[in-house]
């Protein structure tokens, strides 16, 4: 019975209206033209950003095709609908200012609509990675879903949908870069439970660092936090240096710095791969 549902629900709404490749070959009587003011979106809707450019281009493929393929709704109350699937399409045609919409009319209770929406639109990639992971714990949460039922269900791996999730742990400023492209998922996956990561998002960004810079920098952050505060602040340049150093080496790396401007570098190597190349550097210095 388990299997069966999760079916059912792996095809997203084209199991609810069937077949539904090419509308404009249907009798008329399979969907209803409905003026578009009389349609809103669902609220409960996962999906939040809509690029503008995506939007024009569509719009402008409107003007000229009109919509191929209708909105799917359902009928709240008289002159009164709500989006199940198609709001992207309904943003363009009014960019296009079209009057009235083709849309395929269904009896969708609110619960099913919620589920359904949410696995259309991460089957589609419609979603950017914070939408995806508000859209996993909402599955989670609100229909009892476990991450390894939602890898079945999805094409995701587990793994996808734990690190994704994780994200939703992040401050609102860095899931907005996220949401703006300014950040990618693996870069905000090394700034979860990490100390100031603001701060450490925009150093990501202003230097450029891949994401295996950002692992090893935040690895080092995290080790730094743990230690017990200095009664002085540490000179930022010196930060930077110990910051550079590591990024060189790919190796942990602390510099101590007396007043004297007497101190000491010390280096962290977890197997003899990593010695080798601390020694090799040094040598290098000497030849």
Same mark, same amino acid.
Request: net charge positive.
């Given at each position: 019975?388990?299997?069966?549902?999760?079916?059912?629900?792996?095809?997203?709404?084209?199991?609810?209206?069937?077949?539904?490749?090419?509308?404009?070959?249907?009798?008329?009587?399979?969907?209803?033209?409905?003026?578009?003011?009389?349609?809103?979106?669902?609220?409960?809707?996962?999906?939040?950003?809509?690029?503008?450019?995506?939007?024009?281009?569509?719009?402008?493929?409107?003007?000229?095709?009109?919509?191929?393929?209708? #909105?799917? =709704?359902?009928?709240?109350? %008289?002159?009164?609908? &709500? !989006? @199940?699937?198609?709001?992207?399409?309904? $943003?363009? /045609?009014?960019?296009?200012?079209?009057?009235?919409?083709?849309?395929?009319?269904?009896?969708?209770?609110?619960?099913?609509?919620?589920?359904?929406?949410?696995?259309?639109?991460?089957?589609?990639?419609?979603?950017?990675?914070?939408?995806?992971?508000?859209?996993?714990?909402?599955?989670?949460?609100?229909?009892?879903?476990?991450?390894?039922?939602?890898?079945?269900?999805?094409?995701?791996?587990?793994?996808?949908?734990?690190?994704?999730?994780?994200?939703?742990?992040?401050?609102?400023?860095?899931?907005?870069?996220?949401?703006?492209?300014?950040?990618?998922?693996?870069?905000?996956?090394?700034? #979860?439970? =990490?100390?100031?990561?603001? %701060?450490?998002?925009? &150093? !990501? @960004?202003?230097?450029?660092?891949?994401? $295996?810079? /950002?692992?090893?920098?935040?690895?080092?952050?995290?080790?730094?936090?743990?230690?017990?505060?200095?009664?002085?602040?540490?000179?930022?340049?010196?930060?930077?240096?110990?910051?550079?150093?590591?990024?060189?080496?790919?190796?942990?790396?602390?510099?101590?710095?007396?007043?004297?401007?007497?101190?000491?570098?010390?280096?962290?190597?977890?197997?003899?791969?990593?010695?080798?190349?601390?020694?090799?550097?040094?040598?290098?210095?000497?030849?």
């Amino acid at each position: 019975m388990m299997n069966t549902k999760f079916k059912g629900l792996g095809k997203g709404l084209s199991a609810l209206m069937g077949d539904t490749n090419d509308f404009k070959s249907q009798e008329s009587k399979d969907f209803n033209k409905v003026p578009i003011e009389f349609i809103k979106p669902n609220p409960n809707q996962p999906r939040k950003f809509f690029d503008k450019n995506s939007l024009e281009d569509l719009s402008q493929s409107i003007k000229v095709q009109g919509i191929i393929q209708p #909105i799917v =709704v359902r009928k709240k109350t %008289e002159n009164n609908y &709500e !989006i @199940i699937a198609g709001e992207r399409r309904w $943003r363009a /045609a009014q960019l296009a200012q079209l009057h009235e919409v083709p849309v395929i009319i269904k009896d969708i209770d609110d619960k099913k609509i919620l589920e359904l929406s949410i696995i259309e639109n991460i089957q589609r990639s419609d979603l950017n990675a914070i939408e995806e992971a508000i859209g996993f714990q909402n599955l989670i949460e609100q229909f009892n879903y476990t991450q390894e039922q939602l890898s079945d269900i999805l094409g995701k791996s587990r793994s996808h949908i734990a690190n994704t999730i994780r994200l939703s742990l992040l401050p609102q400023e860095i899931k907005d870069m996220i949401i703006n492209n300014h950040l990618s998922p693996g870069h905000a996956r090394c700034l #979860i439970n =990490v100390k100031n990561n603001i %701060e450490f998002a925009k &150093e !990501i @960004i202003n230097r450029n660092l891949t994401v $295996r810079q /950002a692992e090893q920098l935040s690895k080092g952050k995290k080790n730094f936090n743990k230690q017990k505060k200095e009664n002085s602040i540490k000179d930022p340049n010196l930060v930077s240096l110990q910051n550079d150093l590591e990024l060189s080496l790919g190796i942990k790396s602390t510099i101590k710095n007396n007043k004297n401007n007497k101190g000491q570098i010390s280096f962290y190597y977890n197997n003899l791969e990593q010695l080798n190349k601390i020694v090799s550097v040094l040598k290098s210095f000497f030849k």
